[in-house]
């Protein structure tokens, strides 16, 4: 029993190891170091189909402004990963993981590892 319930009370570093990692907001500096947060700050992105999901940037606003249907959030990267961005809205905490060479990525749900897909939109 002890060594399931320990499983089960961390379910996202299970599904997604990056989700237990210490993430900060994001700055200027950590944006410019990290090809994947300037790529993905190009051009609006889908969630699950959905339009309207844009990666910008405002030092005012506390860095990461994560903007999409269902509100604004944050986003940022992580220091553990060169091809994970975390995105942070509606309550619920996402890891992003873009596909090389395509303008796409796989999103895992941190609280209970949902996988959604997202896409750049022309």
């Known amino acids: 029993g002890v060594v399931a319930d320990l499983v089960w009370s961390h379910p996202a570093s299970r599904c997604f190891p990056t989700c237990s ?3 900060r907001p994001l700055t200027a500096e950590m944006r410019d170091a990290s090809e994947t947060a300037r790529f ?6 889908s969630w699950a189909r959905i339009p309207g999901m844009r990666f910008e940037f405002s030092a005012t606003e506390g860095g990461g402004v994560l903007v999409t249907p269902w509100g604004h959030g944050t986003w940022g990267v992580v220091p553990s990963r060169k091809d994970v961005l975390y995105a942070e809205f509606a309550q619920k905490k996402h890891m992003l993981r873009f596909l090389p ?9 941190c609280d209970d590892g949902e996988v959604v897909h997202g896409a750049g939109m022309p």
Do not use: H, P
């Not at 993905?40 to 992105?45: C, F, N, P, S």
């Open 21 to 23: 990692d210490y993430l």
């Open 40 to 45: 993905a700050m190009q051009g609006g992105w």
């Open 101 to 109: 060479g395509e303008r796409k990525f796989v999103s895992t749900r």
